[in-house]
């Protein structure tokens, strides 16, 4: 009975985690292409870093109109793990997706971390919804998608894995998560 339930889990959890890998991976790709493609075209056209204030500026009322209930990036993934109230909005992978382009192509500064983990979240997140998740696999569910955030952008599944079970717990791993960590991890690079 025992293996059986084991079983389950693996199987549930390999299932969820190459969904999560899937679309984080897919999605830091796309982030690293851009990112490089804006790097190139601000450092052949320097004149753009005039303009960064104004990037600044568009940024900071994407947020003000669009983003309130996201502005809190990180800190919410974090919250919500530890006292889960709400499902953290999707438009939180796309308001930090482009928020860090454009702050990259007019000669800003900002992390891939940020980004990185903020989208793995993100995306993760929302399957809570779609498979009608508990609390307690929620936890797991979003430190999947930190990892594979991590993961993908870094190319480190290692420490992806280990980066995601870290900030979330803090001192404490949770054994349950620590598989499907390393897989969404996987996964995603």
Same mark, same amino acid.
């Given at each position: @009975? ?5 079983? /389950? ?6 299932? #969820? ?9 897919? $999605? ?12 190139? !075209?601000?450092?052949a056209?320097?004149?753009?870093i ?12 994407? !947020?003000h !109109? ?6 809190? &990036? ?16 999707f438009?939180? =992978?796309?308001?930090? @997706?482009? %928020?860090? /382009?454009?702050?990259?192509? @007019? ?11 903020q989208?793995g ?9 779609? +498979?009608?998740l ?7 569910v979003?430190?999947?998608? #930190?990892? $594979? &955030? ?8 290692l $420490? &992806?894995?280990?980066? =995601? ?5 803090i %001192?404490?791993?949770? +054994?349950?998560? /620590? ?7 996987? +996964? =995603?690079?």
């Open positions: @009975f025992q293996q059986s339930l084991s079983l /389950i889990f693996l199987l549930k959890w390999t299932f #969820i985690c190459l969904l999560i890998g899937a679309l984080t991976g897919s $999605a830091s790709a796309v982030f690293l292409w851009t990112l490089e493609w804006v790097t190139n !075209y601000r450092e056209n320097l004149w753009i005039a303009l960064l204030p104004i990037s600044g500026l568009i940024i900071g009322l994407s !947020y !109109y669009c983003g309130e209930s996201v502005v809190k &990036g990180n800190n919410l993934l974090i919250e919500e793990f530890h006292s889960p109230k709400n499902i953290i909005p438009k939180m =992978a796309p308001l930090v @997706f482009i %928020g860090t /382009i454009l702050t990259h192509l @007019f000669g800003g500064s900002a992390g891939r971390e940020g980004t990185a983990v989208v979240g993100a995306i993760a997140d929302q399957f809570t919804k779609i +498979f009608n508990s609390d307690f696999d929620r936890k797991i979003l430190i999947a998608g #930190i990892s $594979a &955030g991590f993961a993908s952008v870094f190319g480190t599944p $420490a &992806g894995a280990i980066f =995601a079970l870290e900030v979330m717990i %001192g404490r791993v949770r +054994f349950e998560a /620590i598989v499907p960590s390393f897989l969404a991890a996987v +996964f =995603a690079n």
